[in-house]
Nanobody, 131 residues
Framework: QVQLVESGGGLVQAGDSLRLSCAAS????????IGWFRQVPGKEREFVAR????????FYADSVKGRFTISRDNAKNTVYLQMNNLKPEDTAVYYC????????????????????????WGQGTQVTVSS
């Protein structure tokens, strides 16, 4: 399995930027697609962004498209989420998650935004955006 640790969260003002990191250890990092999710207390965890194993393909929720950028450095076993022009509604705990490339399908048809598609999760990092 792979272990994931998020970092980079904090308290910022609306319009500011933050870069979150997701550091992985354990199995071969390049064998995992990585997703970012976020959760507000009392609400379901929601999909934010996803990057393929090689980094060649990315996918975003409409709510963050054009403001957030997901990237990865497989040499450093790290995925990043660059968040620009942050809004108060971006306030949440942000989690990264790993989808093993060679596992049997977990959603049919494939749903890259579904929590069930991911095998391993980090503990989360808090992002708070003040107005």
């Amino acid at each position: 399995q792979v272990q994931l640790v998020e970092s980079g969260g904090g308290l910022v003002q609306a319009g500011d930027s933050l870069r979150l990191s997701c550091a992985a250890s354990g199995r071969t990092f390049s064998n995992y697609h990585i997703g970012w999710f976020r959760q507000v207390p009392g609400k379901e965890r929601e999909f934010v962004a996803r990057i393929s194993d090689s980094g060649g393909s990315t996918f975003y929720a409409d709510s963050v498209k054009g403001r957030f950028t997901i990237s990865r450095d497989n040499a450093k076993n790290t995925v990043y989420l660059q968040m620009n022009n942050l809004k108060p509604e971006d306030t949440a705990v942000y989690y990264c998650a790993a989808d093993y490339l060679f596992s049997p399908p977990k959603t049919r048809p494939l749903n890259r935004a579904a929590m069930q598609q991911y095998d391993f999760w980090g503990q989360g990092t808090q992002v708070t955006v003040s107005s």
